[in-house]
């Protein structure tokens, strides 16, 4: 019998080429920023080396795997790159990334295609996607000449530093669209996964075991501020502040410390708590065994004993609220709540979302609107609710001023801290009363609503809220059909995703990466298949790329290819440059300047035939200073600044052709440490 030739697989589809091919770029991508940032001496190699490669395995073979320590790790290491010399980044993220990179390498070179089902609310999050990425790429294109090739050597530079590039950086939008494609990611792998027992079952244990070591590293550094007070060691005290609205009686009796846990960031800190809570609770009511429910119970006490020393205004008002509303969301209630969002509901809630957008873009958005708001900003109740939120109304002064600059979609998502400088009011510094408050110069909103109203326009605000209430009615469906452990599951979900909120209200615990993923870890466990008896029959839901979605997706692409295209041939340029502290002003003169750190270098173009700059010595000590001038790597000069008044410097250019770029270095022999700065030389007016 003759054998049967063997079958030939049919040749790859275009779409499919097209798949692989991008994979492929991607991971190489990845790999090389990887590489770059592997290669700094500051980066725990001994860790995060072998941790790359074991989450690129994970990536490569099986994604899921990767996952559940992830999850557990999550709130754990936040604090752990803030030791002494290592600068600021995300373990996990790293290790998200290597996982994410395992994954599109496997993607390049295996055959099967991706079955992806349609997942509920994807045309929302690909239209608030495509903002994001869009106003980040048009304030790119406003933040530097990228036809110049000093661009692209400063982006190669600072490439090994991407994981913890400086918010003042005028690369940051780039930085802060990948972190969001970060997070879209985790969604999605949380997703494919979420409607697995197994997969529920052991994300809530990794949930509530990560919390255990998290309430005990608070409760040790309780104890340890109480009994060492200052003396404490600085890794565990660098971040604790003394609450300020104690009674003094507290305060003069005991060293009080606000406990932020292996958190850098006290109210992100009990932001993440807050939306624990519920989980401990429906955890406690689906435990069938009497120890595994006294285990619960004491972890419940000690999360809220650590909830209470954190000291934070926002979340203690939250805690009662959060405990109501999880009450509250009994199986009836919610049932009638179902009704009537599925009679009319959706649409009185979407009607009312589209008209609170317009009203808000309307008013923000008009000379008169924006006038009437700083009016009413500057009143004496504004005055005494900035006073009683320590300065926040100020940021959300800027925050607004920013919305009316671009009220439609944003001045660029990931600029509000860089941006916020050119709405500074000095004359906010201090009350009418004569009470001093705090106005920083470069902050986030402390609003996280706020702030993305101000870099992504009413159109992102508008599609992160309609996000967010599809989200709520994912979790309501299976709070109301799903069996016992769904339905309790996104009981909790309901309930946190709304303490989270408002928490958000008076902070930004989403900027926190390792909060911003945990974050999409409970919306993707949100998509949990409804399953049990008297199941209602699904209405005709219209698919996820309906006309009216397609059409969205087309008019905001087109917007933005405007945008960009009109942006760049009107970038806002200054020089490129490392080494330097942001933009202070200089009280007596006005003068606005940088100070340097030991080793300050800025890459300019050679358009006048020289190179210009005042230097001045402010140092406190008074010491003096000696600055080493290098130009193109050849010592120049070395200058000594007498006193603080501001000196001229001027240097000819010979060696450097007309138009081309050259290097600017600068190095103070002498430092000064100042707090968690090291001070220089001050530096302005560069002319080039």
Not at 379 to 398: S, Y
Not at 575 to 592: I, K, M, N, Q, Y
Not at 642 to 665: G, I, Q
Request: hydrophobic share 50%.
């Amino acid at each position: 019998m003759p054998v049967p030739p063997p079958s030939i697989p049919p040749p790859p589809r275009l779409g499919e080429m097209i798949t692989r091919t991008a994979a492929g770029i991607l991971s190489a991508l990845m790999l090389l920023v990887l590489a770059r940032f592997l290669a700094q001496p500051d980066t725990l190699r001994l860790f995060t080396i072998p941790a790359v490669l074991l989450f690129t395995v994970f990536g490569w073979i099986r994604p899921s795997m990767g996952l559940y320590p992830l999850i557990f790790l999550l709130p754990l290491t936040p604090l752990v790159p803030h030791v002494r010399g290592v600068a600021n980044f995300s373990l996990v993220e790293v290790m998200w990334w290597a996982l994410c990179m395992g994954r599109a390498a496997r993607r390049a070179i295996d055959p099967r295609p991706l079955r992806l089902p349609p997942p509920p609310s994807w045309s929302t999050l690909v239209l608030l996607t495509v903002v994001v990425c869009g106003s980040a790429a048009v304030r790119l294109l406003r933040n530097a000449q990228w036809a110049d090739p000093i661009v692209w050597r400063v982006l190669w530079d600072d490439l090994g530093h991407f994981f913890r590039w400086s918010q003042e950086s005028r690369l940051m939008p780039l930085r802060a669209a990948v972190v969001w494609l970060e997070g879209v990611a985790f969604l999605d792998l949380v997703r494919r996964n979420a409607p697995r027992d197994s997969f529920q079952r052991r994300i809530r244990i990794l949930l509530i075991l990560s919390l255990t070591f998290v309430v005990l590293i608070s409760l040790h550094q309780f104890a340890l501020a109480m009994t060492l007070g200052d003396g404490a060691p600085e890794t565990l005290a660098a971040w604790q502040v003394e609450p300020d609205w104690l009674p003094d009686a507290i305060t003069d009796r005991w060293t009080i410390r606000a406990v932020h846990g292996p958190w850098p960031d006290v109210n992100s800190f009990a932001s993440y708590l807050l939306m624990c809570f519920p989980l401990l609770l429906s955890a406690f009511v689906l435990s069938r065994n009497v120890f595994g429910r006294a285990l619960l119970m004491l972890l419940g006490a000690g999360t809220a004993l650590v909830l209470v020393l954190t000291f934070s205004r926002i979340a203690l008002l939250w805690l009662p609220i959060t405990l109501l509303i999880w009450l509250l969301l009994s199986r009836a209630r919610l049932r009638r709540l179902w009704e009537w969002v599925e009679r009319r509901g959706r649409l009185v809630v979407i009607s009312a979302l589209v008209a609170a957008m317009a009203l808000l873009g309307l008013l923000l958005g008009s000379d008169r609107g924006a006038q009437a708001v700083e009016h009413a900003l500057q009143t004496a109740p504004a005055e005494r609710l900035n006073v009683a939120l320590k300065g926040r109304v100020n940021i959300w002064r800027k925050a607004l001023a920013m919305t009316h600059e671009a009220p439609i979609l944003g001045v660029g998502w990931g600029s509000f801290h860089e941006r916020a400088a050119h709405y500074h009011h000095r004359e906010a510094d201090t009350t009418s009363w004569g009470e001093s408050v705090w106005n920083p110069v470069h902050e986030n909103a402390h609003n996280q609503f706020l702030q993305i109203l101000a870099e992504s326009g009413v159109v992102g605000l508008g599609l992160t809220l309609l996000l967010m209430l599809q989200w709520l009615g994912i979790a309501l469906r299976s709070a109301v059909w799903g069996k016992g452990g769904d339905r309790w599951t996104a009981r909790a979900l309901m309930a946190s995703v709304i303490a989270l909120a408002g928490t958000l209200l008076t902070g930004h615990a989403l900027l926190l990466i390792e909060m911003h993923f945990l974050f999409w870890v409970l919306v993707g466990i949100a998509f949990i298949r409804p399953r049990g008896p008297n199941l209602p029959r699904p209405p005709q839901v219209p698919p996820p790329w309906s006309g009216r979605a397609q059409v969205a997706l087309i008019a905001l692409i087109a917007i933005f290819a405007v945008r960009a295209w009109n942006a760049r041939g009107a970038p806002d340029l200054h020089p490129w440059s490392v080494g330097l502290h942001p933009v202070e002003t200089e009280a007596l003169s006005g003068h606005t300047f940088q100070w340097t750190t030991g080793h300050a270098a800025l890459m300019l173009r050679n358009i006048q035939g020289d190179c210009g700059f005042h230097l001045s010595n402010a140092r406190p000590d008074l010491a003096p200073v000696t600055v080493e001038v290098w130009i193109n790597g050849e010592l120049r000069d070395r200058v000594t600044p007498p006193d603080n008044h501001w000196w001229p410097y001027r240097f000819d250019l010979p060696d450097v052709s007309p138009n081309a770029t050259y290097r600017l270095d600068l190095r103070p022999l002498q430092i000064y440490p100042d707090g968690d700065r090291e001070l220089g030389i001050r530096l302005r007016a560069v002319s080039y």
